[in-house]
């Protein structure tokens, strides 16, 4: 994943931190945030926002350390942590909310390339799978072959179109679609429009006149994770014109720094919704700072998993229903890991589990992909006991490990790992539940 490299480097200067042999002081945390703020500034982040973080993390790790004694290692990474989720983080995250009570309608801007066309087609996927009747319309009259490229991903997704290859006015066609569409009572209607090379002035007048036309309900910016510093002046410029809500933010799954993009994010204050994470139409997912922190950390994102998992409409209701409990058993694993292999794209899926997103980039996806197979193995030779357990029953009798790693052909290493991987799995659940309980549930977007 874009980023990959920064979450490494800021686990090594966090563990550098809690590690060291003289413990946690004051010139050890200034070594760390040191390390923590070159990697920042070498993936492209704005340099106020990283002098910001750091003395935020700095007097936030003082303040609770006021005699001068070691600060805690926990302390140090949940600072760390709630730190950089606040800088992917604002105000209005959970702000964007469609309903199917009244119309949407949603604009697209950005810039040629950047995704806007593909993220149009997964969004309405996305919110056509939750029960919306959603039409998207090609308002791009501007590049040849817009209408065909709309046309053909919505005819593979299933999603009733609006275009033309004659009418050469944008602003005409959104006006007609948008009038079919409402005419038919589509609950979501997507308008994708024109992008150009760059930043021109006819089309920020062209936004403009489509924005005053079909009065958009949300209007999002689709953003190129890969474009480095240049992302923050361009949000500016589509922040004039067309004052978007939000930022769907795309190739994430490739390997530029994508520090740019964060820090559009934290100077706009718009909030990303959505990430792209490839080409294809489920390489889409919604946005959550936490869940987005802890997967650039390497620390796994269950709540990510289960969204995604609940998105796809397996049979999951139990483990749901466990994991909001607080609880996951390996027999919850064991389903998931089940749903997984039917699911793909593999890169996507592993980097949710804790350990696999590093485990994939370092072996690639076919070994990864017998990995979770043996997984699976190694759970289907559990006793129905062992699945319904919390995993402690092995720690109690551990001559259960050897005849598992027997029964399946696998090692006692690999089932010892598929019990850490569940333990921590059940922390996160534990965690998410405290959380959720603490918020009150009910809240998200769509
Ligand atoms: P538009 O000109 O902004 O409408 O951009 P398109 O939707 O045509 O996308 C430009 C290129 O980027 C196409 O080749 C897409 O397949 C590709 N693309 C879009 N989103 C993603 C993404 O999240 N990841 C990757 N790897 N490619 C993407």
């Known amino acids: 994943m874009v980023l990959a490299d920064l979450g490494k480097k800021i686990n090594n200067a966090v563990s550098n931190a809690i590690n060291s042999k003289d413990g946690n002081n004051e010139s050890n945390i200034d070594l760390m945030l040191k390390e923590i703020s070159t990697a920042l500034i070498e993936s492209d ?48 995250s959970d702000t964007f909310i469609l309903t199917k009570k009244k119309l949407n309608i949603v604009m697209f801007v950005g810039l040629q390339g950047s995704g806007k066309t593909t993220s149009c087609t997964k969004f309405a996927v996305y919110y056509q799978r939750r029960g919306f009747k959603v039409g998207l319309i090609c308002a791009d009259t501007f590049r040849a072959g817009a209408f065909d490229q709309l046309k053909q991903n919505a005819t593979r997704a299933k999603i009733p179109f609006f275009g033309s290859y004659t009418e050469t006015n944008p602003i005409k066609v959104a006006q007609l679609g948008v009038e079919k569409f409402k005419r038919e009572k589509f609950d979501l209607i997507i308008v994708d429009t024109s992008g150009r090379h760059k930043q021109e002035m006819d089309l920020f007048q062209e936004m403009v006149e489509i924005d005053q036309t079909i009065k958009p309900t949300q209007t999002i910016m689709v953003l ?78 269950l709540q990510g998993f289960m969204d995604h998992v609940q998105s796809l409409n397996f049979d999951n209701k139990d483990t749901l229903e466990n994991f909001q409990r607080g609880k996951f058993t390996l027999n919850d694993f064991q389903k998931q890991m089940q749903n997984m292999l039917k699911m793909g794209p593999l890169t996507q899926i592993a980097g949710m589990i804790p350990g696999m997103g590093q485990a994939m980039e370092q072996i690639g996806e076919e070994e990864t992909s017998n990995r979770l197979k043996r997984m699976v193995f190694i759970m289907d030779s559990m006793t129905k006991k062992e699945l319904d357990s919390d995993g402690y029953i092995f720690v109690q009798q551990p001559e259960r490990i050897l005849r598992v790693a027997r029964g399946s052909g696998t090692s006692s290493f690999e089932v010892e790992l598929i019990l850490y991987q569940q333990r921590m799995m059940s922390k996160i659940a534990l965690q998410s539940k405290s959380m959720m309980d603490q918020q009150g549930q009910g809240q998200g977007q769509g």
């Open 45 to 92: 982040v704005n340099i106020k926002l990283v002098l910001n973080l750091r003395n935020k993390i700095k007097s936030k790790l003082i303040k609770s350390n006021l005699d001068g004694v070691n600060v805690k290692k926990n302390l140090i990474q949940k600072v760390v942590f709630d730190e950089l989720v606040e800088l992917v983080d604002t105000d209005k």
């Open 224 to 301: 190129d994770a890969s474009i480095g510093q240049a992302a923050e002046i361009q949000s500016k410029a589509f922040k004039d014109s067309s004052n978007f809500g939000s930022i769907i933010l795309t190739k994430l799954d490739g390997h530029a720094k994508g520090g740019g993009a964060i820090s559009a994010v934290a100077i706009t204050n718009t909030p990303i919704i959505f990430i792209g994470t490839g080409e294809h139409i489920q390489d889409f997912e919604k946005f959550q700072p936490k869940s987005f922190v802890s997967k650039l950390l390497g620390i796994g994102d």
